[in-house]
């Protein structure tokens, strides 16, 4: 089993910068990849980013490109999703993925995906 504890949503300003940050623990060690996903009210969940654990390759929404960067920090088994230049349109619940098990090139999905993090909200003004 994998715990995911999810920290650094809040309330902040178009144009402002947000670091969210995914801790794992428990049988982290088959992780294969690890992404982030949104959900605006109304809305289906939605692909943010993704990294996999092997090679560190990343991939990303055309939404977030150039805006958000996906890293993780090994020691700390903890992966971060830095955003910059936040939008009202980024206003969502964001959750924390991670996938256990060997698959094909598939992070866009969160069916490609079997832990979740609680989710936190991040809410971007005008």
């Known amino acids: 089993q994998v715990q995911l504890v999810e920290s650094g949503g809040g309330l902040v300003q178009a144009g402002d910068s947000l670091r969210l940050s995914c801790a794992a623990s428990?049988?982290?060690?088959?992780?294969?990849?690890m992404g982030w996903f949104r959900q605006a009210p109304g809305k289906e969940r939605e692909f943010v980013a993704a990294?996999?654990?092997?090679?560190?390759?990343?991939y990303y929404a055309d939404s977030v490109k150039g805006r958000f960067t996906i890293s993780r920090d090994n020691a700390k088994n903890t992966v971060y999703l830095q955003m910059n230049s936040l939008e009202p349109e980024d206003t969502a619940v964001y959750y924390c993925?991670?996938?256990?098990?060997?698959?094909?090139?598939?992070?866009?999905?969160?069916?490609?995906?079997?832990?979740w993090g609680q989710g936190t909200q991040v809410t971007v003004s005008s």
């Open positions: 993925a991670v996938r256990t098990y060997w698959s094909l090139s598939y992070y866009t999905r969160p069916s490609d995906y079997n832990y």
């Open positions: 428990g049988h982290t060690f088959s992780t294969s990849a």
């Open positions: 990294l996999t654990w092997s090679t560190s390759s990343t």
